[in-house]
């Protein structure tokens, strides 16, 4: 059994989906009700968002810590590479 993985953004993460759930239910009953596409799409996109919102605080949170822990302490040269990666994973 693994043990527990926690960080201190976890319920920050955790209020983002909620916020894209309460969306997310907002969508099924606008498309229940008949509602006009553009509105639907409009609650999509925040659904969207908040869940990528989520995903990449978790990621760069992961990259910040674990990564962190594992690679350990480094010379400056080989610090640069895994400070590139993290930044570029900004862009996923």
């Known amino acids: ?21 309460g969306h997310l239910r907002s969508v099924i009953a606008m498309i229940e009700d008949s509602r006009p596409c553009l509105d639907i799409a409009q609650q999509l996109s925040a659904v969207e968002k908040a869940i990528t919102n989520a995903k990449r605080t ?4 992961h990259l910040d810590h674990c990564l962190e822990e594992t690679v350990g302490a ?8 895994i400070d590139e990666f993290k930044t570029i994973t900004k862009y996923l």
Request: proline share 6%; charged share 35%.
């Open 1 to 21: 059994m693994t043990e527990p993985h926690t960080h201190a953004t976890h319920p920050e993460i955790v209020k983002r989906l909620r916020r894209a759930e």
């Open 74 to 81: 480094l010379a400056r040269d080989q610090r640069q590479s």
């Open 58 to 61: 978790l990621i760069q949170d």
